[in-house]
């Protein structure tokens, strides 16, 4: 549990420094899914490995807050392209970021991330086969 919250922690700190970067530096694109109950920005450059994060509208079957995270908990999930993925303890949104939409059926890509959408959930993975599946009442790290 205590690798989970640094990793979700480290993962927050780099989206954070994504989103303080200059247009010039990062890229940022993004998507809305499953009817506009969660969004997914990626975000490339600043010399940080590309990541997605993607967060919902609900905060389906949490596992309890980790102590050591005093914001928000439960509705944000995280990747690189590589490794594994994490529920993120988080002071801020990625909702209101994109506007394209990802209908069911689609499926979005960026090198080695992958997501698909269908009427019962968004799966997202990486090269390494980790990912996460959201769903509406349930959401599921893997």
Not at 89 to 114: F, K
Not at 119 to 128: E, G, P, V
């Amino acid at each position: 549990m205590a690798r989970r919250a640094i990793v979700a922690s480290l993962l927050t700190t780099i989206v954070g420094c994504l989103c303080l970067a200059s247009v010039a530096e990062a890229k940022v694109t993004g998507f809305v899914a499953q009817g506009g109950d969660v969004t997914c920005l990626h975000m490339t450059g600043s010399g940080l490995p590309a990541s997605l994060r993607c967060d919902t509208r609900r905060d389906a079957n949490a596992p309890p807050k980790p102590s050591s995270c005093t914001l928000d908990w439960g509705n944000a999930f995280a990747m690189e392209r590589r490794g594994r993925a994490a529920r993120l303890c988080h002071g801020d949104t990625v909702h209101g970021s994109a506007t394209r939409r990802l209908r069911y059926g689609q499926v979005w890509e960026r090198r080695d991330l992958r997501c698909r959408s269908t009427r019962r959930r968004l799966r997202c993975a990486n090269r390494s086969g980790h990912g996460f599946v959201l769903r509406a009442r349930r959401h599921t790290v893997f």
